[in-house]
């Protein structure tokens, strides 16, 4: 077995940045320090909105990664929820909608005693970039602790450095400040193929509200789930609103299907078939090659298929770049908001699409 290796201050910084840090790709559970967060040394999280980000997420209106900085998808995490519990819809964390999110009911943060499951690998270390490259492996982990660590409890590496400092250590038995999106049940009963683990993986409350069909705005960039029936010839949801996550919904080249469709099926951990002639920024002369599956490949944990052909609801690699980037015409989501979305639902549900 290999050794992961201390992180250098420089590795670090180059991980936070984009690149990844030198680690094994086994699963080794030696202690690494997590190094310096990106900007300045000793940056702090504002407490007041990473609470308010964790109490969305665990109302089912997700912030996205949660990072304890005020952005767009926060503000839409807070107009979905001011709307399905009947407050003035601003966007803003108003009086009115701090005491709605009972900050008294959790904390912003807990405690984590390392345990595999959080930090265990095997890891995918260095991760190819070349679809001829990934298509040689057997799967598309994540590459180091912090990657794994971060996705887990809903949130980025460099919110884990900045909660716990330049000198904190990262492995089985050490103990880490991190997002209170620790589930209160692990009960999943019902779960459906490979989603058990994942669910589990990722921390996913067992309890979750059955949705009956989405609504997907291109405009918001939002995905909602309702209880009720899909209104017919009417672009206006009608129910119950009881859950919504930021999405990316295709780009000018590949613009989001609009109309209804339905979701007949769902896979998890799916290989995928990258065929270059349903990507608009890659040449069509380019191989098609079968990808292993894992968080870190193009589709992420799940894929639910639409019936549009090729366009799908899908995890990704990259959850800090959701809403913020184009995609190939299918609806990313991070890869805990998808399982998430996978526990409200049943295959087959309707999903309709509006500009």
Same mark, same amino acid.
């Given at each position: 077995?290999?050794?992961?290796?201390?992180?250098?201050?420089?590795?670090?910084?180059?991980? $936070?940045?984009?690149?990844? $840090?030198?680690?094994?790709?086994?699963?080794?559970?030696?202690?690494?320090?997590?190094?310096? +967060?990106?900007?300045?040394?000793?940056?702090?999280?504002?407490?007041? /909105?990473?609470?308010?980000?964790?109490?969305?997420?665990?109302?089912?209106?997700?912030?996205?990664?949660?990072?304890?900085?005020?952005? !767009?998808?926060?503000? #839409?995490?807070?107009?979905?929820?001011?709307?399905?519990?009947?407050?003035?819809?601003?966007?803003?964390?108003?009086?009115?909608?701090?005491?709605?999110?009972?900050?008294? *009911?959790?904390?912003?943060?807990?405690?984590? =005693?390392?345990?595999?499951?959080?930090?265990? %690998?095997? &890891?995918? &270390?260095?991760?190819?970039?070349?679809?001829?490259?990934?298509?040689?492996?057997?799967? /598309?982990?994540?590459?180091?602790?912090?990657? #794994?660590?971060?996705?887990?409890?809903?949130?980025?590496?460099?919110? $884990?450095?900045?909660?716990?400092?330049?000198? =904190?250590? $990262?492995?089985?038995?050490?103990? /880490?400040?991190?997002?209170?999106? +620790? @589930? !209160?049940?692990?009960?999943?009963? %019902? +779960?459906?193929? =490979?989603?058990?683990?994942?669910?589990?993986?990722?921390?996913?409350?067992?309890?979750?509200?059955?949705?009956?069909?989405?609504?997907?705005? #291109?405009?918001?960039?939002?995905?909602?789930?309702?209880?009720?029936?899909?209104?017919?010839?009417?672009?206006?949801? *009608?129910?119950?609103?009881?859950?919504?996550?930021?999405?990316?919904?295709?780009?000018?080249?590949?613009?989001?299907?609009?109309?209804?469709?339905?979701?007949?099926? &769902?896979?998890?951990?799916?290989? &995928?078939?990258?065929?270059?002639? /349903?990507?608009?920024?890659?040449?069509?002369?380019?191989?098609?090659?079968?990808?292993?599956?894992?968080?870190? %490949?193009?589709?992420?944990?799940?894929?639910?298929?639409?019936? =549009?052909?090729?366009?799908?609801?899908?995890?990704? @690699?990259?959850?800090?770049?959701?809403? #913020?980037?184009?995609?190939?015409?299918?609806?990313?989501?991070?890869?805990?908001?998808?399982?998430?979305?996978?526990?409200?639902?049943?295959?087959?549900?309707? +999903?309709?699409?509006?500009?």
């Amino acid at each position: 077995m290999r050794h992961q290796r201390l992180f250098s201050t420089a590795a670090a910084v180059a991980f $936070i940045a984009g690149a990844a $840090i030198a680690q094994s790709t086994t699963a080794g559970n030696e202690a690494v320090t997590v190094g310096p +967060a990106a900007g300045t040394p000793g940056s702090k999280v504002d407490q007041d /909105l990473l609470q308010a980000q964790v109490l969305l997420d665990q109302a089912g209106f997700s912030p996205g990664p949660i990072d304890g900085r005020a952005g !767009s998808s926060q503000s #839409k995490a807070i107009r979905g929820f001011q709307q399905a519990n009947g407050l003035t819809v601003t966007g803003k964390l108003d009086d009115q909608t701090r005491q709605a999110l009972n900050p008294d *009911s959790r904390p912003a943060t807990l405690e984590v =005693k390392l345990a595999p499951e959080d930090v265990g %690998g095997p &890891f995918t &270390f260095p991760m190819p970039k070349k679809p001829e490259d990934q298509e040689k492996l057997d799967f /598309l982990g994540y590459r180091n602790m912090l990657e #794994k660590l971060a996705e887990r409890y809903h949130t980025t590496p460099e919110t $884990i450095v900045a909660l716990n400092g330049a000198d =904190k250590r $990262i492995g089985v038995g050490q103990t /880490l400040t991190l997002p209170n999106v +620790a @589930p !209160s049940s692990r009960d999943y009963s %019902g +779960a459906i193929d =490979k989603q058990e683990p994942l669910l589990a993986a990722l921390n996913v409350d067992g309890n979750q509200p059955k949705g009956d069909y989405v609504v997907v705005d #291109k405009s918001e960039g939002t995905l909602k789930v309702y209880q009720g029936d899909l209104p017919k010839g009417s672009s206006k949801p *009608s129910g119950k609103l009881v859950a919504q996550f930021p999405v990316t919904t295709g780009s000018g080249h590949d613009p989001l299907p609009l109309g209804n469709w339905k979701v007949p099926t &769902f896979s998890f951990l799916p290989p &995928f078939n990258y065929q270059p002639d /349903l990507f608009w920024d890659v040449s069509d002369d380019k191989a098609e090659h079968k990808l292993p599956p894992g968080p870190n %490949g193009l589709v992420g944990v799940a894929w639910l298929d639409l019936t =549009k052909e090729h366009y799908g609801i899908h995890g990704t @690699p990259e959850p800090q770049l959701i809403g #913020k980037t184009q995609s190939h015409g299918c609806l990313r989501m991070t890869n805990w908001d998808v399982m998430r979305l996978s526990r409200m639902m049943k295959p087959g549900f309707q +999903a309709k699409f509006v500009a």
